[in-house]
């Protein structure tokens, strides 16, 4: 796993995405303080442990750092940012049955939109997992000596 770097200044517009997704009855918005645990909840069954701990951090902010896709009252996908460190995305997700329909891109965008709007010209993924992903999306691009990067000895959870 290593980081990846993008510009913010040259993001992609995913106007029309999210209006397709929309249509679909899929909607991308930040949660309430009232949805923590639902959010993380569905964070941890769907994604890692570890996961939950970064979403309760965007959970703290002021606004929420962190937008999740719903379709029919039901999460379908989320991104955090500014968790972990600042000017991170991630970690993010989208349900299996909702994956090639262009909802990871808008979730992704919209996240990196956030931090361009707090200020950051550049913004750091963190551990990537689909790094082809990120660069086709977003022009990320790797950072070299990158690995293990501020993800460094990390507590094995003891529940797995």
Known sequence: MFDMLVRLYDLPDVSSSINELKGQGILIRRPGAYERHIVTDWVGRTFSPKWVSETKVAFG???????????????????CYDVTARGFLGPMGTDPSVRRSGLGKALLVTALGALRDMGFAYAFIGGVGPAEFY???????????????IYIDILPDPEL
Do not use: H, L, M, N
């Not at 902010?61 to 896709?69: E, M």
């Open 135 to 149: 660069a086709k999306t977003v022009g990320a691009v790797p950072v070299e000596g990158s690995t293990p990067g």
């Open 61 to 79: 902010r002021q606004p929420v750092s962190c937008f999740i896709a719903t379709c029919d009252s039901r999460i379908v996908g989320f991104a």
